[in-house]
């Protein structure tokens, strides 16, 4: 069984804020046109995931969530955060939430993915890197938080 890789999540996310919010017609709490600033968080979580792969890229080293890591990248964004590239779907979905208008359940889908995110990718990812570059990983992460 092919597994659920985060950016799949994260479109679907979007989906059901967009059919919550519009098709069930959802309170919105955020009056336009202040649920524009939303686009920036957009903008800004996406720049900030693009980052994050570039370094991967860079580095020519597997980016893929449940494949074993090569790689130990602690330079660029990753100084600041463990996990640039969840932050930045993390900070992209929030002002999804914010321009469709800021309901509760936008929000609440917001803080599932980020729940979900941190419990099944990052803990995964986690216990491969600790596996594969023992002690270096763990003082990798004492000096850098999981997200900000």
């Not at 597997?62 to 074993?68: P, R, S």
């Not at 208008?101 to 990052?122: H, K, N």
Request: glycine share 8%; aromatic share 14%; net charge positive.
């Amino acid at each position: 069984m092919k597994k659920l890789l985060p950016p799949i999540l994260f479109v679907m996310f979007i989906v059901t804020m967009c059919v919550l919010g519009w098709a069930f017609g959802m309170n919105h709490t955020i009056p336009s046109p202040y649920n524009f600033i939303g686009a920036l968080f957009i903008v800004a979580g996406l720049e900030l995931a693009a980052t994050g792969k570039r370094i991967f890229q860079q580095r020519k080293t597997n980016i893929m969530t449940f494949d074993k890591p090569d790689v130990l990248i602690t330079e660029g964004i990753f100084q600041y955060s463990r996990n640039p590239m969840y932050l930045g779907f993390g900070i992209a979905l929030a002002g999804v939430a914010i321009l469709i208008g800021g309901s509760v359940s936008s929000l609440l889908l917001t803080a599932l993915f980020l729940l979900i995110t941190d419990r099944w990718y990052i803990a995964f990812e986690e216990k491969m890197m600790r596996e594969k570059f023992g002690a270096e990983y763990d003082a990798y992460c004492q000096k850098v938080r999981r997200w900000i």
